[in-house]
C-alpha cells in the first residue's frame, strides 16, 4: 500500500554542529528549500526569524542544534528549532507569554526574539528538560508564519 503526500505539505530536516556558521547554514538552506516550493511570500521573513533562532541557539547552548520546517496543508510554514538548554526564553512560554523588552539602542545584540515576536504569526516552545548523564534533554522553540 502506498501513501502519498499531497505537493504542498512537506518536512525537511537539518542537524546542525555547534559552529558560528550554522546560521548562515541555515539562512542558505531555508533559502534553497523556499525557493524551490514557490514559497517567496515569506522567505525574507522566515529566513531572518530562523538565523535569529540558530544564532541563540548557538550563543546559549554548548552542543549542537536542528532545523526542521515543515509545510502544512492550509499554507502555514512552521520553522523549530531544537537545541540542548531546556530553558525556555520569552516569548516562547506559556501563555500569557513574557514580552522580550526592546534591548538598549547601544547594544548590537538582543532583538532576535523581538523579531520573532514582531514578525511571526505564531510561536511557541517545550522544554524537553534534562537528559541522562548529566546530558541535557533541551528544548524545542517553533514558529509560524502565513503565506
Known amino acids: 500500500m502506498r501513501t502519498v503526500s499531497p505537493p504542498d505539505i512537506w518536512v525537511y530536516a537539518l542537524r546542525l554542529p555547534h559552529d558560528p556558521r550554522a546560521a548562515r547554514v ?7 528549500v523556499l525557493a524551490s516550493h514557490g514559497r517567496s511570500e515569506v522567505l525574507d521573513t522566515v529566513e531572518l526569524l530562523t538565523s535569529e533562532m ?10 549542537p542544534a536542528s532545523l526542521r520546517l515543515t509545510a502544512l496543508a492550509d499554507g ?10 531546556p530553558r525556555i526564553p520569552a516569548p516562547f ?9 526592546p534591548a538598549p539602542a547601544h547594544v548590537d545584540g538582543g532583538r532576535g526574539l523581538r523579531l520573532v515576536e514582531e514578525y511571526a504569526d505564531c510561536w511557541g516552545g517545550v ?21
Open 26 to 32: 541555515a539562512h542558505m538552506t531555508v533559502r534553497s
Open 54 to 63: 540558530v544564532t541563540n541557539s548557538y550563543l546559549h547552548t554548548n552542543g
Open 76 to 85: 502555514r510554514l512552521r520553522v523549530g528549532v531544537w537545541d540542548n538548554n
Open 93 to 101: 512560554g506559556r501563555p500569557p507569554r513574557d514580552h522580550v523588552p
Open 127 to 147: 522544554s524537553l528538560g534534562y537528559g541522562t548523564f548529566d546530558r541535557r534533554a533541551g528544548k524545542l522553540l517553533w514558529f509560524e508564519t502565513r503565506g
